[in-house]
């Protein structure tokens, strides 16, 4: 647009510049059948000899030069301007573009960051492609902006809702999460519509809990609010609350089972025959007497010992497996 202006500009410089030799040529021209045959010679010998055949001949020259010089700016290419419109997924105008003929249009100036749209919690929108992607402009041209939506949606829960743990992950297993994209082609069906194309990816493994970690879940509490999300992103895709239930092993009630618990059993089973000793609580006999034998003894030591190295290596790790 800008160059056209420029071009513009120079075209009627170089007009106007044609114009005052030919009014210089006219004005000498006039005044030369007032001023004498001297005079006109002198001024049409410096320009065209042929001049000086005679008053009617003068005139020819006067137009050829007239005609002449006006006619060389336009035997100059003058730049065709095509009008290229760029137009986004309801027929909007998003950018408009003025490229001389043969030029090259540059897709990279239009903003198609503006067609990006979430257009609900579980659906996104944005650009895809043009329709049409000409590279130079040969006529003035509309080209539409093609979109993918992406829907996510999800099926089940997670199965774990309870834990006797505070260390560890929050595990959302039994979730699975999909993204189904729906992606226009160029190719229009019968009424007019971009025929889609769709496609389903489960992306449960691109999700995260948040909190993230048990220790964090259950810090203030013994219940928490669970969000799943797609990794970097912000928009839940659900919402669920997770429970702490102290666990049997865990004799000191700090959420862990591990050596510190085993101590503590071994410990009360060496003072187990002293009657000054103080005796286990009813209530808390299930987390000391993991094996539920009835005795807290060095055998439920092993087990809280079991257990913590199973957790180690397999979250999922469950009592239930250990007792087995
Ligand atoms: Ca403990
Ligand atoms: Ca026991």
């Known amino acids: 647009m800008k160059k056209s202006k420029i071009l513009a500009a120079v075209a009627s410089a170089l007009l106007t510049a044609s114009t005052v030799p030919m009014l210089v040529y006219a004005e000498s021209d006039g005044t030369a059948p007032a001023a004498g045959a001297g005079d006109t010679s002198s001024t049409a010998a410096s320009t065209d000899p042929t001049t000086t055949t005679g008053a009617a001949d003068t005139t020819e020259p006067s137009t050829d030069h007239s005609t002449e010089p006006s006619t060389e700016p336009s035997t100059e290419p003058q730049p065709v301007v095509y009008k290229v419109t760029f137009l986004g997924f309801e ?188 005796k286990i609580p009813a209530a808390e006999m299930p987390y000391w007497d993991v094996n539920n034998d009835g005795l807290v003894d060095g055998a439920d030591a092993s087990l809280v010992l079991k257990y913590q190295a199973e957790l180690s290596d397999n979250p999922d790790t469950t009592w239930a497996t250990i007792l087995s």
């Open 91 to 278: 027929g909007e105008e998003i950018a408009v573009m003025n490229v001389e003929e043969g030029a090259a249009i540059d897709y990279s100036l239009v903003d198609t960051s503006v067609l990006h749209k979430h257009l609900s919690v579980d659906t996104e929108r944005e650009f895809y492609q043009w329709d049409i992607q000409p590279e130079t402009a040969t006529a003035d041209v509309t080209i539409h902006a093609l979109s993918q939506t992406a829907v996510i949606s999800h099926t089940g829960e997670p199965k774990t809702t309870v834990y006797n743990r505070k260390s560890g992950s929050v595990d959302i297993s039994g979730l699975n999460v999909f993204i189904t994209l729906t992606t226009q082609t160029p190719e229009k069906d019968a009424d007019g519509n971009y025929i889609v194309t769709e496609s389903t990816v489960e992306i449960t493994s691109s999700c995260t809990a948040s909190p993230a970690t048990l220790d964090e879940a259950f810090k203030n509490s013994d219940t928490a609010a669970i969000t799943v999300l797609p990794i970097g992103d912000t928009k839940p895709i659900l919402k669920y609350t997770i429970k702490y239930e102290r666990g049997i092993g865990d004799v000191d009630g700090n959420g862990l089972v591990d050596g510190v618990d085993a101590s503590a059993i071994l410990v009360y089973n060496a003072n187990a025959t002293d009657e000054s000793a103080e």
